[in-house]
């Protein structure tokens, strides 16, 4: 019985773990996460929280492509967190809405997952395949959680059962039946893995393009920015907190971002990048 009354996100959060942590009555800390100076996570804050939060904390944490700020947990800090992990005795909830948008293939976006179940730790696991299978508006996704043992499983299990009847009863059929009907058969599995990572390098190639056009651009205005360290985000999404001071600005151009500075590199292409890349950099010529 775990009678979790506070959850620990990292900061910044996903807006949407805020309001639903919120909603259902748990207290909500943060962690350090991203350092708004490096543009990147800040391990030592990161693991020095993790480290220093009560034993058996509940945390959740986005295994890839990281929203807002799309950045990756990196390998080799992994064995460190299952460490602390282990040794505080933390419930760890990993968020993957992004599977195969952080990394070239499939696997890599969830070895750190991968590694929990190979040390035999209990997770959960909130899996949503809205963008890795352009099913947005189907709310199609998994939940798993990992137990230690037959009889943990057991209990699990049936309180999921009668969470699931008093909250929705039975879930809706055709978007399990489209998602089954892909994963099972390897044909069609093959031709979305092959497809997703044609559609991860484009968004990867897009972002590449933007933040080149913007060294480009910044010139014409007299600017000095250096757009490099944003090169190595991941995901939809590129998040650059400089831009925050003119998302308001960038509308009058039609350019429309979240006001946090998080951009949708998913949207840029080779016939808008001149004009987005133009409009953003007159913009900061006039702050």
């Given amino acids: 019985m775990l009678n979790v009354e506070t959850l620990y996100v990292t900061n910044p959060p996903y807006i949407n773990h805020v309001n639903m942590i919120e909603s259902r009555g748990f ?47 990196e390998e080799k800090y992994f064995d460190e967190i299952i460490e602390i992990v282990l040794h505080k005795k933390h419930v760890i909830i990993f968020d993957i809405a992004y599977q195969g948008f952080g990394h070239t293939n499939l696997e890599e976006d969830v070895l750190l997952i991968r590694k929990f179940e190979e040390k035999n730790i209990a997770f959960s696991v909130c899996q949503s395949f809205s963008k890795n299978m352009s099913l947005y508006g189907e709310r199609a996704g998994a939940l798993h959680i990992v137990c230690k043992n037959q009889e943990e499983k ?11 009847r008093k909250f929705y009863s039975s879930p809706v059929i055709h978007t399990n039946r489209i998602l089954c009907q892909l994963l099972n058969n390897q044909n069609l599995k093959l031709n979305w893995i092959k497809e997703l990572s044609q559609l991860s390098q484009r968004i990867t190639n897009n972002r ?36 925050a001071k003119i998302a308001e600005h960038l509308k009058t151009h039609h350019i429309y ?9 998913s949207g840029i292409t080779k016939n808008n990048v001149d004009y987005i890349a133009d409009k953003i950099c007159l913009s900061l010529s006039q702050i």
């Avoid at 090169?231 to 590129?238: D, P």
């Fill in 208 to 243: 590449i393009l933007f933040f080149n056009k913007l060294e480009t651009y910044q010139k014409k205005y007299n600017l000095n920015y250096d757009w490099n360290v944003y090169k190595k985000q991941r995901g939809l999404f590129s998040f650059v907190p400089l831009l």
């Fill in 154 to 164: 057991k209990i699990v299990f049936n309180n999921l059962c009668f969470i699931v």
């Fill in 257 to 265: 971002i979240i006001n946090n500075g998080r951009i949708n590199v």
């Fill in 27 to 73: 207290n909500l800390k943060y962690i350090n996460f991203f350092d708004y100076n490096l543009i990147d996570i800040n391990y030592d804050l990161f693991l020095n929280d993790l480290r220093n939060i009560p034993n058996g904390s509940s945390v959740i944490l986005q295994i890839s492509c990281y929203n807002p700020c799309s950045v990756n947990i």
